[in-house]
């Protein structure tokens, strides 16, 4: 398994992750699975560190520091709200208003402490398709574009599972029955869920760079094809303000 690296120094490496590798071994890991960490660091030849992750099922930016003081320094930066994260997603339903900011504290795994967790949100497109998934005779789906505020678990997929707009293809917040409508109709298994653009300063001189991932075509293609078929379809205009 080669990696693309879409930038790398002294002190940072950027790299594509694909959808269904772990960025680093954890609890139920298979200890003959490759994980990112790994492949990484046997591609480059050097150690490194995380600084922040994806789950698996996510594809697209993650960066890993060269060196424990670039580690420090990137982790500080993401204290300090000076990391910028963009992801896309396609959601079941359209939302209620063009864009928000989802307040809600959500619950850590381990220690079940409930920590504050922000996420904005903008809807960029919809669509209406033919197909009937339960009880619903037509399927609305929205292309959101997101950013998280907070790094919290599963923090995208659980809030737009509880504003009950889920995340299509999330097999642990979503709902099943569009879930299985995308795998029936379309062969599509993977989370519609696009870590695309990240935005930092460099841990060493404190330049302002700006990546977008340009590997792969993340979810597009799977909109695209929805769009093809689409009974009914818009692109949401930037300055729409809500209602």
């Not at 504003?163 to 029955?177: A, E, K, S, V």
Request: charged letters at 20%; one cysteine or more; hydrophobic letters at 35%.
């Amino acid at each position: 398994m080669i990696i693309p690296i879409l930038y790398q120094d002294e002190h940072i490496v950027l790299v594509h992750k694909p959808s269904g590798l772990q960025v680093h071994r954890g609890l139920g890991s298979d200890r003959h699975e490759d994980f990112l960490m790994q492949v990484v660091r046997d591609q480059i030849h050097e150690f490194i560190y995380p600084v922040h992750r994806l789950d698996r099922p996510t594809s697209g930016l993650v960066l890993f520091a060269l060196n424990s003081a670039s580690a420090r320094s990137l982790q500080k930066s993401w204290q300090q709200g000076l990391v910028h994260k963009g992801y896309h997603a396609i959601v079941r339903g359209w939302m209620s208003q063009p864009h928000g900011l989802h307040d809600e504290a959500l619950d850590d795994p381990d220690s079940g402490i409930l920590q504050a967790a922000q996420t904005a949100w903008r809807e960029q497109a919809r669509c209406t398709v033919p197909f009937p998934v339960g009880s619903f005779a037509e399927t609305r789906l929205s292309w959101l574009s997101l950013e998280p505020h907070t790094g919290r678990y599963h923090q995208l997929r659980r809030h737009f599972s509880r504003l009950h707009h889920p995340i299509l293809g999330d097999t642990t917040h979503g709902d099943r029955h569009h879930n299985h409508w995308m795998q029936k109709n379309f062969s599509w298994w993977r989370l519609m869920l696009f870590a695309h653009s990240l935005s930092f300063p460099h841990p060493v001189d404190g330049r302002p760079l700006s990546f977008s991932d340009t590997v792969e075509r993340g979810i597009q293609p799977f909109w695209d094809v929805l769009n093809g078929m689409a009974t009914e379809c818009a692109v949401i205009p930037r300055d729409s303000q809500p209602e």
